[in-house]
């Protein structure tokens, strides 16, 4: 139960702003969602290089020297920036699957990876939050948020949204799924992990996994609306752009706006007050069980 | 001459605690309440014959349970609009979200635009007259008054209806269960005729279908399970 | 000959001749069985939890003489105007139509005598609760008959019913019979026709909305009623976080033992928890968010005698509600109704066709000369004298544990007869320091 928010920028003018814009949506949302906040912004990538954020309860400790430390393991070279409990680690995409290996044995939670992707979450206010990290400053090309009012998991780092189960892909949900214990033992038996006990991540699983055989995003998209059962409404987010999908009942609310600058996505129209122009923006409702996608 | 709330200065609470003694002081005034930034529960509760006008967009529950009172929105409103009220007019310039005049009792919603799913859920008398289109599950449950549609409707119109009635002009999606087509009739028309002039609609009576219970699930019947 | 002796003829425990008559009916009608009441089945309850009473190591009350205080104030988090009552002991909601006129004046009246609340129901508020109730809660529910802004002004508290102990995640139908002129008028409904009720409510889903409602609601009656939030007994832990998350003042919770007026058997038999299992995660979720006694626990379900109240509230709960035990005060199931109960092809203490509306005792009817039946103000009289003795009760074992506040009973004051009620109850076992689930074992 949760609020969402999402901005996807047309023109490259404004991606300087993103952070700031993004920042008062996801603050907005705070009555929808106070247990906890994340964001996923799409910002630089670097040709050849992959990102990895992660996280940790005992930052100063666990993000010392680890930038050095993970070089010397990979034998290449590992760029890193700390904020507040998270780090994202830049190094040689070839050497991402071994890096992930060696930072989850460091005991440090991975929130996501790609090569311009970088979650930030933590439990707390949205404001706090944001401002933990510093969303406000960053700049990127489109980015998701999500504000949670917890329903059956745990208030933890790690039961925040956005979640991350493939490079570059995200989900936000607001809703609860009805069948996701069953479909993670169904996606486990495939050997598609999960990290936490929240129905959300199982959504974005199933994403990752229909991707990962083969499907189109719109395609994975469309599959939610048979293989997932219960109440949502998604978001997810790629590389070139973002998608939405409601469930068929679609009782949770949704609303978008789009100008000749962005499209815009939250859970109230409230989100949307302090977008530019927004008096001349074409503001509308998806449709139920209706796959909606942005590509740039 | 109105009077303005501007809610950049004004708090929700002074806003409806303001609107809400003037309408029981029968006091006739005029309200604009500005800068509302899509904020919830504005304007509700009014039991008097006040004007208002919103200029914007608003939240959830905008006009909620309004008594007598004319509430003019400038923008679009959230979910729930107008839910349950009993008497006065509500008209959205903008289009309507979901649920707009949920369990209402009375009076009229005027929708200049369009309006989302279930509009008119589990209406209760209220006269709902909508110039655009509306979602699924539109007057799912509804028990009583009208509502009038200009444009198409979607999936599931009238599932399990009582007694109200439906008028659309444009395509029908789908009809939800025991909801048929029925016949037009003269007193039909004209409560048809007086819905449209009272909301300036641009609409002639006989363009539009009309649409009501076949009350096959009014007393249970083996034959019809699959329905319910 | 020599005689052949025959194996005695056995009945199946399975295939009983309850559940055989059941299947009969079934394939007679084609439609589920409707009923009213609460589970029926056994279910670990409050019988299989003790008091341990003071003797050396405590030291008791004088039963007549020493206070022990019984009163509880309801809302206390937001609302302008908490509730105070005399005694932690609420009349639970109950629609007119359901009940006739007279059976909710009686109500009224044998609560406020009592010093306690009632609640509407299902079908609006009538001049008769109204009337007769100093304190009444109004109950917010998805079918919102006859909801209007002047009653929920003239409501003391509202009652967002999420759901009920009987059909968590239930909506339900309820047979024509009862849709007189008068209930079909408050409900907007043609007379006689079967009501089918949804399940969720019309304009929200989830606690993110709900939060928004409730502003609503609190901006039209000026924040001074407490808002409930009623939710049954499916996920305590997580029903209740989440109602206070939403806003509430005060979250009932309602076991499945709780009537209700009409639904299928197979809900109340087969959905929800039974009330002794709700307590513990309630309490655990208000301790866990900083809010309990500040977001009053009200538990209902099952709810009979004075040792239910105070086991109730030494769980944590800050008061309870009655509904099928008020009905039986008020004449519900009696004796001496028997013969009639017969012709309806029931008995004294299984009538549970409420929703039928011929109910000999005339409470659960609309029949004007059923009725006619029930004299509102000596059953109310009898409401009183029951609520009289539960609080009597409830102070007795108070006071034998040495409280001077019936909310100063506590877990560490029971113990359980059985592991099961042990372990919901997260109570030791008699004569242990034990119970299933508990660490450090």
Same mark, same amino acid.
């Given at each position: 139960?949760?609020?969402?928010?999402?901005?996807?920028?047309?023109?490259?003018?404004?991606?300087?702003?993103?952070?700031?814009?993004?920042?008062?949506?996801?603050?907005?949302?705070?009555?929808?969602?106070?247990?906890?906040?994340?964001?996923?912004?799409?910002?630089?990538?670097?040709?050849?290089?992959?990102?990895?954020?992660?996280?940790?309860?005992?930052?100063?400790?666990?993000?010392?020297?680890?930038?050095?430390?993970?070089?010397?393991?990979?034998?290449?070279?590992?760029?890193?920036?700390?904020?507040?409990?998270?780090?994202?680690?830049?190094?040689?995409?070839?050497?991402?699957?071994?890096?992930?290996?060696?930072?989850?044995?460091?005991?440090?939670?991975?929130?996501?990876?790609?090569?311009?992707?970088?979650?930030?979450?933590?439990?707390?206010?949205?404001?706090?939050?944001?401002?933990?990290?510093?969303?406000?400053?960053?700049?990127?090309?489109?980015?998701?948020?999500?504000?949670?009012?917890?329903?059956?998991?745990?208030?933890?780092?790690?039961?925040?949204?956005?979640?991350?189960?493939?490079?570059?892909?995200?989900?936000?949900?607001?809703?609860?799924?009805?069948?996701?214990?069953?479909?993670?033992?169904?996606?486990?038996?495939?050997?598609?992990?999960?990290?936490?006990?929240?129905?959300?991540?199982?959504?974005?699983?199933?994403?990752?996994?229909?991707?990962?055989?083969?499907?189109?995003?719109?395609?994975?998209?469309?599959?939610?609306?048979?293989?997932?059962?219960?109440?949502?409404?998604?978001?997810?987010?790629?590389?070139?752009?973002?998608?939405?999908?409601?469930?068929?009942?679609?009782?949770?609310?949704?609303?978008?706006?789009?100008?000749?600058?962005?499209?815009?996505?939250?859970?109230?129209?409230?989100?949307?007050?302090?977008?530019?122009?927004?008096?001349?923006?074409?503001?509308?409702?998806?449709?139920?069980?209706?796959?909606?996608?942005?590509?740039? | 001459?109105?009077?303005?709330?501007?809610?950049?200065?004004?708090?929700?609470?002074?806003?409806?605690?303001?609107?809400?003694?003037?309408?029981?002081?029968?006091?006739?005034?005029?309200?604009?309440?500005?800068?509302?930034?899509?904020?919830?529960?504005?304007?509700?509760?009014?039991?008097?014959?006040?004007?208002?006008?919103?200029?914007?967009?608003?939240?959830?529950?905008?006009?909620?349970?309004?008594?007598?009172?004319?509430?003019? *929105?400038? %923008?679009?409103? $959230?979910?729930?609009? &107008?839910?349950?009220?009993?008497? =006065?007019?509500?008209?959205?310039? +903008? !289009? /309507?979200?979901?649920?707009?005049?949920?369990?209402?009792?009375?009076?009229?919603?005027?929708?200049?635009?369009?309006?989302?799913?279930?509009?008119?859920?589990?209406?209760?008398?209220?006269?709902?007259? *909508?110039? %655009?289109?509306? $979602?699924?599950?539109? &007057?799912?449950?509804?028990?009583? =008054?009208?509502?009038?549609?200009? +444009? !198409? /409707?979607?999936?599931?119109?009238?599932?399990?209806?009582?007694?109200?009635?439906?008028?659309?002009?444009?395509?029908?999606?789908?009809?939800?269960?025991?909801?048929?087509?029925?016949?037009?009739?003269?007193?039909?028309?004209?409560?048809?005729?007086?819905?449209?002039?009272?909301?300036?609609?641009?609409?002639?009576?006989?363009?539009?279908?009309?649409?009501?219970?076949?009350?096959?699930?009014?007393?249970?019947?083996?034959?019809?399970?699959?329905?319910? | 000959?020599?005689?052949?002796?025959?194996?005695?003829?056995?009945?199946?425990?399975?295939?009983?001749?309850?559940?055989?008559?059941?299947?009969?009916?079934?394939?007679?009608?084609?439609?589920?069985?409707?009923?009213?009441?609460?589970?029926?089945?056994?279910?670990?309850?409050?019988?299989?939890?003790?008091?341990?009473?003071?003797?050396?190591?405590?030291?008791?009350?004088?039963?007549?003489?020493?206070?022990?205080?019984?009163?509880?104030?309801?809302?206390?988090?937001?609302?302008?105007?908490?509730?105070?009552?005399?005694?932690?002991?609420?009349?639970?909601?109950?629609?007119?139509?359901?009940?006739?006129?007279?059976?909710?004046?009686?109500?009224?009246?044998?609560?406020?005598?009592?010093?306690?609340?009632?609640?509407?129901?299902?079908?609006?508020?009538?001049?008769?609760?109204?009337?007769?109730?100093?304190?009444?809660?109004?109950?917010?529910?998805?079918?919102?008959?006859?909801?209007?802004?002047?009653?929920?002004?003239?409501?003391?508290?509202?009652?967002?019913?999420?759901?009920?102990?009987?059909?968590?995640?239930?909506?339900?139908?309820?047979?024509?019979?009862?849709?007189?002129?008068?209930?079909?008028?408050?409900?907007?409904?043609?007379?006689?026709?079967?009501?089918?009720?949804?399940?969720?409510?019309?304009?929200?889903?989830?606690?993110?909305?709900?939060?928004?409602?409730?502003?609503?609601?609190?901006?039209?009656?000026?924040?001074?009623?407490?808002?409930?939030?009623?939710?049954?007994?499916?996920?305590?832990?997580?029903?209740?976080?989440?109602?206070?998350?939403?806003?509430?003042?005060?979250?009932?919770?309602?076991?499945?033992?709780?009537?209700?007026?009409?639904?299928?058997?197979?809900?109340?038999?087969?959905?929800?928890?039974?009330?002794?299992?709700?307590?513990?995660?309630?309490?655990?979720?208000?301790?866990?968010?900083?809010?309990?006694?500040?977001?009053?626990?009200?538990?209902?379900?099952?709810?009979?005698?004075?040792?239910?109240?105070?086991?109730?509230?030494?769980?944590?709960?800050?008061?309870?509600?009655?509904?099928?035990?008020?009905?039986?005060?008020?004449?519900?199931?009696?004796?001496?109704?028997?013969?009639?109960?017969?012709?309806?092809?029931?008995?004294?203490?299984?009538?549970?066709?409420?929703?039928?509306?011929?109910?000999?005792?005339?409470?659960?009817?609309?029949?004007?000369?059923?009725?006619?039946?029930?004299?509102?103000?000596?059953?109310?009289?009898?409401?009183?004298?029951?609520?009289?003795?539960?609080?009597?009760?409830?102070?007795?074992?108070?006071?034998?544990?040495?409280?001077?506040?019936?909310?100063?009973?506590?877990?560490?004051?029971?113990?359980?007869?059985?592991?099961?009620?042990?372990?919901?109850?997260?109570?030791?076992?008699?004569?242990?320091?034990?119970?299933?689930?508990?660490?450090?074992?």
């Amino acid at each position: 139960m949760c609020g969402i928010v999402g901005l996807f920028l047309k023109k490259d003018e404004l991606r300087p702003k993103l952070g700031g814009l993004l920042t008062d949506m996801l603050i907005t949302m705070t009555d929808r969602g106070p247990d906890s906040a994340g964001i996923a912004i799409y910002g630089d990538e670097v040709s050849g290089r992959v990102k990895i954020s992660v996280q940790s309860d005992t930052p100063k400790m666990a993000f010392a020297d680890l930038d050095n430390d993970l070089s010397a393991d990979l034998d290449a070279p590992v760029t890193m920036k700390i904020l507040d409990t998270h780090a994202v680690l830049s190094l040689p995409a070839e050497a991402e699957e071994k890096a992930i290996s060696l930072l989850e044995e460091k005991g440090l939670r991975i929130m996501g990876s790609g090569a311009s992707m970088e979650i930030y979450k933590e439990v707390g206010l949205p404001k706090d939050v944001a401002a933990r990290f510093g969303l406000r400053d960053m700049g990127g090309s489109h980015g998701i948020g999500h504000t949670r009012m917890a329903t059956e998991s745990a208030v933890t780092t790690m039961g925040a949204h956005p979640f991350s189960t493939a490079d570059d892909q995200c989900l936000v949900h607001n809703g609860s799924l009805s069948n996701h214990n069953q479909m993670r033992r169904v996606l486990a038996q495939k050997g598609v992990m999960t990290r936490s006990e929240n129905d959300t991540e199982v959504g974005a699983a199933y994403i990752s996994s229909r991707i990962a055989d083969g499907a189109s995003l719109g395609e994975a998209l469309e599959g939610t609306l048979d293989d997932l059962d219960g109440f949502f409404t998604f978001v997810t987010g790629t590389k070139n752009g973002f998608g939405v999908v409601r469930d068929p009942i679609a009782c949770k609310p949704a609303v978008m706006a789009e100008t000749d600058d962005y499209v815009a996505f939250a859970s109230e129209y409230r989100a949307f007050a302090d977008l530019p122009d927004i008096d001349g923006a074409r503001v509308w409702e998806p449709e139920p069980a209706t796959v909606y996608f942005w590509e740039r | 001459m109105s009077i303005t709330l501007d809610m950049a200065q004004v708090e929700l609470r002074e806003v409806n605690t303001t609107l809400q003694a003037a309408a029981k002081a029968q006091a006739n005034e005029a309200y604009t309440i500005t800068n509302t930034r899509g904020s919830h529960a504005i304007a509700c509760g009014l039991d008097g014959p006040l004007e208002v006008t919103v200029q914007g967009s608003t939240g959830y529950y905008c006009a909620g349970m309004n008594k007598e009172a004319a509430i003019t *929105v400038t %923008g679009s409103t $959230g979910p729930g609009v &107008a839910e349950n009220m009993m008497s =006065g007019v509500v008209t959205i310039e +903008g !289009d /309507a979200s979901q649920y707009a005049g949920a369990t209402g009792h009375g009076g009229l919603l005027n929708i200049k635009g369009n309006a989302s799913s279930r509009c008119g859920i589990s209406m209760k008398g209220i006269d709902i007259v *909508v110039h %655009g289109n509306i $979602g699924h599950m539109s &007057a799912f449950m509804a028990q009583k =008054g009208n509502l009038v549609v200009l +444009g !198409d /409707a979607g999936d599931a119109l009238g599932d399990s209806l009582y007694e109200a009635r439906l008028f659309v002009r444009g395509d029908v999606k789908s009809l939800g269960a025991d909801c048929i087509e029925k016949e037009m009739r003269p007193e039909h028309i004209e409560l048809l005729a007086d819905l449209l002039a009272k909301t300036g609609a641009d609409a002639k009576p006989e363009e539009f279908k009309r649409y009501g219970s076949a009350r096959k699930l009014y007393n249970f019947n083996i034959d019809h399970a699959d329905e319910y | 000959m020599d005689h052949t002796p025959n194996t005695m003829p056995r009945q199946s425990w399975t295939f009983s001749n309850e559940t055989n008559s059941e299947i009969r009916r079934a394939a007679a009608t084609g439609i589920y069985d409707i009923r009213g009441g609460g589970a029926k089945r056994r279910v670990p309850h409050f019988d299989d939890l003790l008091f341990l009473g003071a003797s050396m190591s405590r030291y008791p009350l004088e039963g007549y003489r020493e206070k022990c205080e019984t009163s509880v104030t309801l809302g206390t988090r937001f609302a302008k105007k908490p509730i105070e009552l005399k005694i932690p002991i609420t009349i639970a909601g109950m629609s007119f139509g359901s009940l006739s006129g007279p059976a909710k004046e009686a109500l009224g009246r044998g609560a406020t005598m009592a010093g306690t609340s009632t609640t509407t129901g299902d079908g609006g508020m009538t001049e008769e609760e109204r009337g007769h109730s100093e304190k009444l809660v109004y109950q917010y529910l998805p079918s919102r008959y006859g909801m209007n802004p002047d009653d929920l002004r003239r409501a003391d508290a509202i009652e967002i019913v999420v759901g009920q102990g009987a059909k968590p995640g239930g909506g339900g139908m309820l047979l024509g019979q009862k849709i007189t002129e008068r209930v079909a008028g408050m409900r907007d409904l043609p007379e006689g026709i079967d009501q089918r009720s949804a399940c969720r409510h019309p304009d929200w889903t989830g606690p993110d909305d709900l939060e928004i409602k409730i502003l609503e609601l609190r901006e039209i009656t000026n924040w001074e009623k407490p808002i409930y939030i009623k939710v049954g007994g499916a996920r305590p832990y997580y029903d209740v976080a989440l109602a206070v998350k939403a806003g509430a003042d005060v979250v009932v919770l309602d076991g499945m033992q709780g009537g209700t007026a009409a639904t299928q058997d197979v809900f109340i038999e087969h959905v929800g928890q039974p009330t002794l299992a709700c307590i513990r995660p309630a309490v655990q979720a208000l301790q866990d968010l900083g809010m309990h006694r500040k977001v009053q626990l009200i538990i209902s379900g099952g709810i009979r005698t004075g040792a239910d109240v105070a086991k109730a509230l030494a769980l944590g709960a800050d008061a309870v509600s009655v509904g099928t035990a008020a009905l039986v005060a008020l004449g519900d199931n009696d004796p001496k109704w028997e013969a009639e109960y017969q012709k309806l092809g029931s008995t004294t203490g299984a009538y549970d066709d409420w929703h039928e509306g011929q109910d000999p005792a005339g409470i659960t009817t609309q029949d004007p000369d059923l009725m006619a039946r029930l004299d509102p103000e000596i059953a109310g009289r009898k409401l009183r004298n029951y609520l009289n003795v539960l609080t009597l009760e409830c102070q007795t074992l108070a006071r034998a544990c040495g409280k001077s506040h019936v909310h100063n009973l506590e877990p560490e004051d029971l113990c359980a007869l059985t592991m099961e009620a042990a372990a919901m109850a997260q109570v030791p076992l008699a004569g242990t320091n034990w119970y299933p689930g508990k660490p450090g074992f």
